[in-house]
């Protein structure tokens, strides 16, 4: 058990809170400070995609998005 703040493996120079800290670590990605964390989702290219007779999907993958039509070759 960590009894301090890890510092973000990003910009080292913030100290990440131990609930954030955990919740990556089970994701097994490295400590990131909230703004450092903001930059890299915000970097990640995403769309919603409405699946068929269903719900919507959150995409993030161009090649997964190219799956869901059949008829697209390329």
Do not use: W
């Not at 510092?7 to 955990?22: D, G, M, S």
């Not at 290219?45 to 039509?69: C, E, G, R, V």
């Amino acid at each position: 058990m960590h009894y301090h703040n890890l510092i973000c493996t990003t910009c080292y120079a913030e100290r990440v809170p131990p609930a954030r800290a955990a919740i990556q670590a089970k994701e097994k990605k490295n400590p990131t400070c909230m703004s450092c964390g903001e930059k890299a989702a915000r970097a990640v290219k995403h769309t919603i995609a409405p699946m068929n007779k269903s719900n919507y999907f959150h995409i993030s993958d161009l090649s997964i998005l190219k799956q869901l039509n059949p008829k697209r070759t390329s």
